[in-house]
C-alpha cells in the first residue's frame, strides 16, 4: 500500500503557482519522498526527491515540513503542459526486499486551465 | 537518442493466450522493472531486476513471468493464468536498484478479448 496521501484532484490556473500536497505521517528516517507525474498515457516522469532539506531543480520545488510528516510539490509558473496526475512517493534506500521499490498511489490529477 | 523502448504501443490477444511484450534500454542501466496500471489507478509492480541474470518478484506476479538475458532488455510474459490481463504495462530502468530516478517507457496497453 501507499504510504501517502494526496488529494484525488486540484486545479490551478495558467502562470500562477500550483502547489500539489501529501502527507506522509508515517515516513521513517531512511525513507526519501519523491515526486513523478503522468501525462495521460504516457510513461511517468520523475521530477524531483529529497530527504528533509528543501529542493529545487528547473522542474518544481519540494519544500518537506520539519517534521517531515508532510510535503508540498510547487511549480512556480504552470502551463497547460503540466496537466497531468503528480504521485507523491515516499522510498526506503536501504537495500532490502522491496523497501526501494517505488510505490504509486492515485496521485493528483491537476488540471491547469488557461 | 538513449531511453527505454516499449513495443508495441497497442496489443490485442485472445484470452487464454500468453503474450510476451517487449522493453528494451540504451541506457546501461543495471536495473528494470515492470508495472502494471489499471483505469484510474496508480501503478503496481509487477517483476524487477537489479542485474543480468536476476530477478525478483514484486507484488503482483502471479500469472506473469520474466527473463533478464541480456541487460539491455527486460521482456514480460502475460501468461494464460493471468486472470485479469488487461491493461496498461509500464517499463522502467534505473541506474542501479535503490537509483534515485527511473526512467519509463511509453507503455504497452494490452486488451485480451
Known amino acids: 500500500d501507499a504510504k501517502t496521501t494526496q488529494p484525488p484532484s486540484m486545479d490551478c490556473a495558467e502562470g500562477r503557482a500550483a502547489n500539489l500536497p501529501c502527507n506522509h505521517s508515517?515516513?521513517?528516517?531512511?525513507?526519501?519522498v519523491y515526486w513523478y507525474r503522468q501525462i495521460h498515457s504516457q510513461g511517468p516522469q520523475y521530477i524531483i526527491h529529497?530527504?528533509?532539506n528543501n529542493e529545487t531543480n528547473e522542474m518544481a520545488s519540494l519544500i518537506i515540513t520539519e517534521d517531515r510528516k508532510s510535503s508540498t510539490l510547487i511549480l512556480p509558473h504552470a502551463t497547460l503542459r503540466d496537466t497531468a496526475v503528480y504521485y507523491c512517493?515516499?522510498?526506503?534506500?536501504?537495500?532490502?526486499?522491496?523497501?526501494?521499490?517505488?510505490?504509486f498511489g492515485k496521485g493528483t490529477k491537476l488540471s491547469v486551465k488557461p | 537518442d538513449g531511453g527505454i523502448t516499449q513495443s508495441p504501443k497497442y496489443l490485442f490477444r485472445k484470452e487464454g493466450q500468453n503474450v510476451t511484450l517487449s522493453c528494451e534500454q540504451n541506457l546501461n542501466h543495471d536495473a528494470m522493472y515492470w508495472y502494471r496500471q489499471d483505469p484510474g489507478q496508480g501503478l503496481r509492480l509487477i517483476y524487477y531486476?537489479?542485474?543480468?541474470?536476476?530477478?525478483q518478484k514484486g507484488d503482483i506476479a502471479e500469472g506473469y513471468s520474466v527473463s533478464r538475458e541480456k541487460k539491455e532488455s527486460f521482456p514480460l510474459t502475460v501468461t494464460s493464468a493471468q486472470k485479469n490481463p488487461t491493461a496498461f504495462y509500464l517499463c522502467a530502468s534505473s541506474i542501479r536498484l535503490l537509483d534515485t530516478e527511473a526512467f519509463f517507457g511509453q507503455g504497452t496497453r494490452l486488451t485480451v478479448v
Open positions: 529529497g530527504l528533509k
Open positions: 512517493i515516499v522510498r526506503g534506500y536501504l537495500y532490502g526486499g522491496s523497501q526501494g521499490n517505488l510505490i
Open positions: 508515517t515516513i521513517s528516517g531512511n525513507e526519501y
Open positions: 531486476s537489479q542485474i543480468v541474470n536476476d530477478f
